[in-house]
């Protein structure tokens, strides 16, 4: 949107293509307004919201994950709402019977989604998209232990500013960020960030991973502030297990 906007300044081109508002994780553009900042995030106060607590699980014959990620995390970037490494293409998560590619990965401290009530210091979301432009997030917990060798590698450098972005010097793999163990949450959401689209495939891994109290106190001192929207009510929506 930031680049159309830069476009349309030069051509004088109308107002329509404007830039989305800012929006931010409290005061007066906070979540609880989000819906109401412009007509185009209105689904923020739709019915199938994420994050949530996930609660009364039903158990379900839930298909395996299937992974196909080569090493392509090729860039770091602050955009003033999260940290987030930009993927090259051709990494895939077999779901549905459909590949999704994985485009980026980001995360929120604490964790936007709860685990029968628990909250963890960090969460990490990988984005993937099919050819239909429909999203499945791989949702990662952190909880403290050893320092993470695959964020060791991706912070090395965090960009301190929003819009500072950094280029890696190796490319980073998202495979390290998974854990060992790849029993999931699945259930139906949405963007945990304005415009808030629903009909997002969730999948929330079981086993969290170990991630050092330093390395959660550099990604809060590069945010100044948490950047977890709080849950959202499941509105009889199912989380399976
Ligand atoms: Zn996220």
Known sequence: MKTSLLACTMLFCPVAFAAPPHWEYSGEAG????????PEFGQCDGSNQSPV?????VKAELAPLQFHYQVGGKSLVNNGHTVQVNYAPGSTLELDGMPFELTQF???APSENLIEGRSYP???HLVHANDKGELAVVAVMFEPGQANPALSQAWQTLPTKAGEIHAFK???????LLPANRDYYRFSGS?????????????????????????I????AV??????RPVQPLNGRLVLQ
């Open 31 to 38: 979540p609880a307004q989000w819906a109401r900042l412009t």
């Open 53 to 57: 607590n996930l609660s009364d699980l």
């Open 106 to 108: 980001h995360f929120h």
């Open 122 to 124: 960090l969460e990490g």
């Open 170 to 176: 190796e490319p980073i793999s998202a495979a390290s």
């Open 191 to 215: 963007l945990t960030t304005p415009p808030c689209s629903e009909g997002v495939r969730w999948l929330v891994m079981k086993q969290p991973v170990q991630v050092s109290q330093a390395q």
């Open 217 to 220: 106190d550099a990604f809060k």
């Open 223 to 228: 945010m100044h502030h948490p950047n977890n």
